[in-house]
């Protein structure tokens, strides 16, 4: 089958009547799902008809691909390479940080999609969490605006402990010169103390 066959394009409202169509056979919310159209990249027959069709939902710069349908599964095989590759570049250009899905095909394994370890799950977003499933995820960039946060973090701990050394240094210099001083008055008064011993007692001067 020719691909050139198909087009990509995002989902309207005059496509409605086919998703619903597929969505029914696939047993999805159709009310739901007709709420979120324009979460969706179709594949368009040259015939006009709409063949398939995948959503990316978005959420704390994370998607969720989902709800996977095709009017032919035969077909499958051939657009869900091009339906992943739009979907991948809307993640892109949207500047999504990671992606996950549930859909369970052999095709998002090679596509480079896996099982997320504990810490892994940890970063999927909120609005997700209650869907029940086996999830598989790729990363698709760091957060910069992460790094960036913990390098300013970081870069307010080092001022603010360079200003800490700082004031103990301060301190330190204060009480080096109280030191100095005490001391100067105690061999001061050590000084008093021995001229005035020797001059109450001038026999010390005869030995």
Not at 104 to 121: Q, R, V, Y
Request: net charge positive.
């Amino acid at each position: 089958m020719n691909p050139a066959s198909f087009r990509i394009r995002p989902a309207t409202l005059d496509d409605m009547p086919q998703m619903a169509e597929m969505w029914k056979a696939m047993h999805f919310p159709v009310e739901t799902l007709s709420k979120r159209i324009t979460e969706f990249q179709v594949a368009e027959s040259s015939e006009g008809k709409v063949v398939g069709a995948l959503a990316l939902q978005m959420a704390e710069k994370q998607g969720r691909i989902h709800s996977e349908a095709f009017r032919d599964f035969s077909l499958a095989e051939h657009l869900r390479p091009m339906l992943w590759d739009r979907l991948h570049s809307v993640a892109v250009n949207h500047g999504l940080l990671r992606l996950w899905t549930q859909e369970n095909a052999p095709f998002w394994n090679h596509c480079g999609l896996s099982k997320p370890d504990a810490e892994t799950l940890m970063k999927l977003p909120a609005p997700w969490r209650q869907i029940s499933g086996d999830w598989l995820t790729i990363k698709l960039k760091d957060d910069v605006d992460a790094l960036i946060s913990a390098d300013k973090e970081f870069a307010a701990f080092m001022a603010t402990e360079k200003e800490k050394t700082q004031r103990a240094f301060k301190q330190a210099k204060v009480l080096k010169v109280l030191a100095t001083l005490i001391a100067l008055v105690v061999l001061f008064l050590v000084v008093v103390a021995g001229f005035y011993i020797l001059k109450r007692n001038p026999r010390f001067y005869g030995r």
